[in-house]
């Protein structure tokens, strides 16, 4: 794109819409190579034990560039002034709401997402969490023209990239915050100038990445050790998973996978210490717990924790529920 391209797109009204901070490179991108006229996001929310509000990471940058911000508390009714503004071009990515019809026909270069999944796998709010937990070796960025289904528009383009077993849903997160933004980058002269691709998602391939419940964050040891591995990774660094042990809520940030197996013990028994944790019986061998949080105190490696029970006697054949 040379400058004369830039200039010209800086002329064209573009309405973003996100709410956290994984949207942030990609508004940030739009910005500087296009211009955004207003920006659109969640209503501020109390947080701490002083209920003070607190603006959304999109918010911030609106804030910082001296952008008009919208906050409608339901979109489906506040949705006038956008309208209003005649936008070329709605650009969305991890809004939070579900977009009205009347929003997405009102740009004349249409309404697109920035989603965190290959689409049409992993609709939905929490597809970089199901990604690692589902045990997905891939994952990618799509960009598609929004309609009135959840994430069901025709796709534009996609981007694709490993899962590796280092992976957390906080690094992936990452990846994939930078990944959507070159992307879209990449994607909207295309968009701009009519000769985008648009190709129907298939129906039957698809799957769904569920907000995350939390049953979810429950770990079940009668599952396999691959299993636990990834529901850990999958959960961290939020809202992380957890177990029962001597009663209270221990929560797991991470783990590896041990290479011991007893049949005889129970499922969530512990059957070994080692010098960076300790040793679970899964389904079908040994999951290695190596950084854990206690209820009410803050992270801290699994061996502190193991040293701090040792005072109470042995871990061994206690069982995490």
């Known amino acids: 794109m040379n400058i004369e391209d830039i200039e010209i797109n800086k002329e064209l009204k ?3 819409m996100g709410t956290p901070d994984f949207a942030v490179p990609i508004l940030e991108a739009l910005i500087d190579k296009y211009g955004v006229r207003a920006i659109v996001t969640q209503p501020d929310k109390e947080v701490g034990r002083e209920r003070i509000l607190k603006p959304t990471p999109i ?3 609106g804030i910082k560039h001296t952008i008009l911000v919208l906050q409608p508390k339901k979109i489906k009714e506040e949705y006038a002034e956008i309208v209003a503004l005649e936008p070329d071009l709605i650009v969305t990515c991890a809004y939070g709401q579900i977009i009205p019809k009347e929003l997405l026909e009102c740009p ?7 989603h965190a999944s290959l689409l049409p796998k992993l609709r939905g709010g929490a597809p970089i969490h199901r990604a690692i937990i589902n045990g997905f070796s891939k994952t990618g960025i799509t960009i598609m023209y929004m309609n009135e289904g959840m994430d069901k528009g025709d796709i534009i383009t996609q981007r694709e990239i490993p899962i590796e077993d280092t992976d957390t849903a906080e690094t992936l997160h990452d990846k994939l915050s930078i990944l959507g933004r070159d992307l879209l980058m990449d994607t909207l002269p295309s968009i701009i100038d009519g000769t985008n691709t648009r190709t129907k998602q298939e ?5 769904y990445g569920f907000n995350i419940s939390r049953e979810d964050e429950h770990i079940d040891f009668s599952k396999t050790t691959r299993q636990v591995f990834n529901q850990i990774r999958g959960l961290n660094s939020w809202p992380g998973a957890y177990t029962i042990y001597e009663g209270k809520i221990l929560k797991v940030w991470a783990s590896r996978i041990g290479s011991n197996y007893d049949p005889i013990k129970n499922n969530g028994e512990i059957i070994n210490t ?17 950084m854990v949080q206690p209820e009410g105190k803050k992270k801290m490696p699994a061996i502190d924790f193991i040293n701090g029970e040792r005072n109470k006697g042995s871990m061994i054949g206690k069982i995490l529920r």
């Open 108 to 114: 004349r270069l249409g309404c697109i997402n920035v």
């Open 59 to 61: 918010k911030e940058v």
């Open 14 to 16: 573009i309405v973003f």
């Open 203 to 207: 129906e039957a391939e698809a799957t």
């Open 274 to 290: 080692y010098d960076d944790g300790f040793g679970v019986k899964t389904s079908n061998g040994e999951i290695v717990i190596t």
